[in-house]
């Protein structure tokens, strides 16, 4: 158990709805990345938050949001969902925002139907 | 830019066998290496990383990795395979110094089975 928790751990909904993925780091953490997994794109990093601030974004997509709230939980907002956004997200946590070993939650599994 | 290639997308081996997992990276700057470890249903675990000083280094459940700068490459071996290492294994690579998380660039995986 890494000590990070994400719920739910799956999720179906159909195309063009909103889904909320919610993650608690581990205590102490106040770093928090979301990554999507995918079977066509791998491990791709999406976004980070330290203590409720946005540090950086990669690939993620407009249509997608995510905040870190002031008890360092975060939530992942998908919206106008695609078939093409079927995949694994994960939430990892650290102590710090760099030289830190992330540790990473069991995963959403999120289909689009 | 960092990248991982990992060479076999598959590797299969029987109990007791030797475990080469193969990982080549590239960057243009001295890189930090790291192998990954994702169990069924499960999120990634760190199994060993190099950042400075010894190339070989050693992880988590008999697991070690050597850094060959010639190379580029960071394989990961382990003597004797065990029916429990059958897992999912991610090569990442950031730029040394000050990194974070958000900066891995993660290999494609390789899927490890063990035989009985």
């Known amino acids: 158990d890494s000590g990070v928790t994400q719920t739910p751990k799956h999720l179906i909904t159909a195309t063009g709805q909103r889904v909320t993925l919610r993650c608690s780091p581990r205590s102490g953490d106040l770093s928090v990345y979301w990554y999507q997994q995918s079977l066509d794109q791998g491990l791709q990093f999406l976004i980070h938050?330290?203590?409720?601030?946005?540090?950086a974004k990669g690939n993620i997509l407009e249509r997608f949001s995510a905040q870190q709230f002031p008890d360092l939980h975060s939530e992942l907002n998908l919206s106008s969902l695609e078939l093409g956004d079927s995949a694994l997200y994960f939430c990892?946590?650290?102590?710090?925002?760099?030289?830190?070993?992330?540790?990473f939650g069991q995963g959403t599994r999120l289909t689009v139907v | 830019a960092q990248s991982v290639t990992q060479l076999g997308s598959h590797v299969s081996v029987s109990e007791g066998a030797l475990v080469l997992l193969r990982c080549n990276y590239s960057?243009?700057?001295?890189?930090?290496l790291f192998w990954y470890v994702q169990y069924p249903n499960q999120g990634l675990q760190l199994l060993l990383k190099?950042?400075?000083?010894?190339?070989l280094v050693k992880g988590i459940n008999g697991f070690e990795a050597e850094f060959k700068k010639s190379e580029t490459s960071f394989h990961l071996t382990k003597p004797s395979a065990h029916m429990s290492d059958a897992a999912e294994y991610f090569c990442a690579v950031t730029r040394a110094g000050l990194y974070s998380n958000n900066d891995m660039r993660f290999g494609a995986g390789t899927r490890l089975t063990v035989k009985p």
């Open positions: 190099y950042t400075t000083g010894a190339t």
């Open positions: 990892a946590s650290s102590v710090s925002d760099q030289n830190t070993e992330a540790f």
């Open positions: 938050y330290y203590n409720g601030e946005e540090r």
């Open positions: 960057s243009s700057v001295p890189p930090y």
